[in-house]
């Protein structure tokens, strides 16, 4: 078996609980007017303490000394869709006089917040550009009131039992949030930022780099994308990452499967309209940001029993062993950070089956309890890994962002599983019409997580595929999750070498 069919074999054996038909959930908004009340104008940072983080990050005064704002702009117009909700929303760094500009599209069940420290890190080095990290308009479904408070006892309990969720039959028009209405979104915040300059670059994390291509690939009325910008930044993911096969019109409408795991189709989106499954649902989203939260707050104090993990433990190891390569249950999801102490381990039997499918799989460890049952489970630092996790727990969920998508459209994984990297002469032509991609001759930068889903290679690949104008750089040690949150500005610094030549 090749490195690639058993790298997509491991991805579906982890990832196929991820398309569980959701249920409905008690006690989820049901008024409109009241639950999609959205503010349109901007809104600046709020008085906010995120709580403790490493002290000894350098870089700490410098980055929270950038601006940020958070902007919400009327999107496409969607049938059906309340018009709150037909928004473009970004979070922006930096000037609001630009130079330049970057677009920034997060993966696969991420929110704007996972750029937080990227985005500012690349402002850092270039002051009179800005970094507009995007939030695909699910995000306005979530409520983050309960957790940007300091009181430990209520975000304990947002960890055992998360917030109330809305039910799938209270959203009806997400079975239209899809590749069109996803990149109709982003175009408004890219035809925005053209009107402050010329500059204008779009990039994105993992499903982000995906979408990246497909922009400038998509025919908007005659209007290839990419006459929109002059550049894309893929990071660990490019068009064609986890599409798997193509569809056929009958997989498209009544059922689907991709590397990620069974797809509803087009038919069963009203009843399952958003990624609702054991392993990630909109409950244990707010669930996870509560402990990511607890985590930045009182990282040594005791987490909440019965809440994400099974064992004693310390609120930062509660809330780091969901995503460090060693013990993340999906290894897609993943990074680079210290390990558990006082931990008993036992080998992930699963993955080691697959071993060399994904880089590190075969090492992934189970976490059975402390080995003294008289101490929690602990967590130590790896001050040479990339991300520090107290840094990355701060900037989980703020004011202006969280980390996560609660609420992710299962419309646009099926979409992007038939769009997969060009649609002209398949069945979906007409509905998505990413039809310029052969004629791509855009600079396109590529840069993949040593320990990732995407390598150099995979980025030749694509480009061999356009006319575009290919860099490619590596992060060393680098899990997937890492390229931007990671502690150093190396990755920072790749992009605005390669953006600074290319403005005008």
């Given at each position: 078996?090749?490195?690639?069919?058993?790298?997509?074999?491991?991805?579906?054996?982890?990832?196929?609980?991820?398309?569980?038909?959701?249920?409905?959930?008690?006690?989820?908004?049901?008024?409109?007017?009241?639950?999609?009340?959205?503010?349109?104008?901007?809104?600046?940072?709020?008085?906010?303490?995120?709580?403790?983080?490493?002290?000894?990050?350098?870089?700490?005064?410098?980055?929270?000394?950038?601006?940020?704002?958070?902007?919400?702009?009327?999107?496409?117009?969607?049938?059906?869709?309340?018009?709150?909700?037909?928004?473009?929303?970004?979070?922006?760094?930096?000037?609001?006089?630009?130079?330049?500009?970057?677009?920034l599209m997060p993966g696969y069940l991420g929110g704007a917040g996972s750029?937080?420290?990227?985005?500012?890190q690349i402002v850092t080095l270039r002051p009179d550009w800005a970094v507009?990290?995007?939030?695909?308009?699910?995000?306005?479904?979530?409520?983050?009131?309960?957790?940007?408070?300091?009181?430990?006892?209520?975000?304990?309990?947002?960890?055992?039992?998360?917030?109330?969720?809305?039910?799938?039959?209270?959203?009806?028009?997400?079975?239209?949030?899809?590749?069109?209405?996803?990149?109709?979104?982003?175009?408004?915040?890219?035809?925005?930022?053209?009107?402050?300059?010329?500059?204008?670059?779009?990039?994105?994390?993992?499903?982000?780099?995906?979408?990246?291509?497909?922009?400038?690939?998509?025919?908007?009325?005659?209007?290839?994308?990419?006459?929109?910008?002059?550049?894309?930044?893929?990071?660990?993911?490019?068009?064609?990452?986890?599409?798997?096969?193509?569809?056929?019109?009958?997989?498209?409408?009544?059922?689907?499967?991709?590397?990620?795991?069974?797809?509803?189709?087009?038919?069963?989106?009203?009843?399952?309209?958003?990624?609702?499954?054991?392993?990630?649902?909109?409950?244990?989203?707010?669930?996870?940001?509560?402990?990511?939260?607890?985590?930045?707050?009182?990282?040594?104090?005791?987490?909440?029993?019965?809440?994400?993990?099974?064992?004693?433990?310390?609120?930062?190891?509660?809330?780091?062993?969901?995503?460090?390569?060693?013990?993340?249950?999906?290894?897609?999801?993943?990074?680079?950070?210290?390990?558990?102490?006082?931990?008993?381990?036992?080998?992930?039997?699963?993955?080691?089956?697959?071993?060399?499918?994904?880089?590190?799989?075969?090492?992934?460890?189970?976490?059975?309890?402390?080995?003294?049952?008289?101490?929690?489970?602990?967590?130590?630092?790896?001050?040479?890994?990339?991300?520090?996790?107290?840094?990355?727990?701060?900037?989980?969920?703020?004011?202006?962002?969280?980390?996560?998508?609660?609420?992710?459209?299962?419309?646009?994984?099926?979409?992007l599983a038939a769009a997969r990297t060009d649609t002209r002469g398949t069945?979906?032509?007409?509905?998505?019409?990413?039809?310029?991609?052969?004629?791509?001759?855009?600079?396109?930068?590529?840069?993949?997580?040593?320990?990732?889903?995407?390598?150099?290679?995979?980025?030749?690949?694509?480009?061999?595929?356009?006319?575009?104008?290919?860099?490619?750089?590596?992060?060393?040690?680098?899990?997937?999750?890492?390229?931007?949150?990671?502690?150093?500005?190396?990755?920072?610094?790749?992009?605005?070498?390669?953006?600074?030549?290319?403005?005008?």
């Open positions: 078996m090749s490195g690639m069919k058993r790298r997509a074999l491991l991805l579906t054996l982890t990832a196929a609980a991820l398309t569980v038909p959701a249920a409905a959930q008690d006690g989820a908004p049901t008024d409109f007017a009241d639950a999609f009340a959205v503010d349109t104008s901007d809104r600046t940072d709020l008085p906010f303490d995120a709580g403790v983080v490493a002290l000894a990050d350098p870089a700490r005064r410098s980055l929270d000394a950038v601006p940020a704002r958070r902007a919400v702009r009327p999107g496409t117009p969607v049938p059906g869709t309340p018009p709150q909700l037909n928004a473009s929303v970004t979070v922006r760094y930096g000037s609001g006089s630009p130079s330049a500009v970057l677009l750029f937080d420290r990227l985005a500012r507009w990290a995007v939030d695909r308009r699910s995000n306005l479904l979530e409520d983050h009131a309960a957790l940007l408070g300091r009181d430990l006892g209520t975000l304990g309990g947002v960890a055992r039992a998360g917030l109330p969720v809305r039910s799938p039959a209270s959203l009806p028009f997400m079975k239209d949030w899809g590749l069109d209405t996803t990149l109709r979104d982003w175009r408004a915040a890219v035809l925005e930022a053209r009107r402050l300059t010329p500059n204008v670059f779009i990039g994105g994390h993992s499903m982000g780099g995906t979408l990246s291509g497909l922009y400038a690939a998509y025919d908007f009325g005659g209007v290839p994308g990419a006459r929109d910008v002059r550049g894309l930044v893929m990071l660990d993911g490019l068009p064609g990452l986890m599409s798997g096969t193509p569809l056929t019109t009958d997989e498209y409408t009544q059922a689907a499967r991709n590397p990620l795991g069974p797809l509803p189709g087009l038919n069963n989106l009203t009843r399952d309209p958003y990624v609702n499954s054991v392993v990630f649902s909109p409950k244990f989203a707010s669930r996870a940001a509560a402990q990511a939260r607890l985590a930045a707050l009182a990282p040594d104090a005791p987490a909440p029993s019965g809440g994400l993990i099974l064992f004693p433990a310390i609120n930062l190891a509660a809330a780091m062993t969901q995503l460090e390569q060693r013990y993340a249950l999906l290894p897609f999801l993943t990074l680079n950070t210290g390990r558990a102490t006082n931990a008993s381990e036992a080998p992930n039997l699963g993955a080691r089956l697959l071993g060399a499918a994904f880089p590190g799989a075969g090492d992934t460890r189970w976490i059975v309890g402390p080995q003294d049952p008289a101490r929690p489970v602990g967590w130590q630092t790896d001050p040479a890994a990339p991300t520090d996790p107290q840094d990355f727990a701060r900037r989980f969920v703020t004011p202006l962002s969280d980390y996560s998508e609660w609420y992710f459209p299962n419309r646009l994984t099926l979409d069945p979906f032509e007409k509905i998505l019409p990413v039809w310029h991609g052969a004629q791509l001759a855009l600079p396109v930068l590529g840069i993949a997580a040593a320990r990732g889903v995407t390598t150099e290679a995979q980025y030749r690949q694509y480009a061999a595929t356009t006319r575009a104008g290919l860099t490619t750089r590596t992060l060393p040690d680098a899990a997937h999750l890492d390229i931007t949150v990671t502690r150093g500005d190396q990755v920072a610094r790749w992009i605005s070498d390669w953006m600074q030549p290319l403005t005008r």
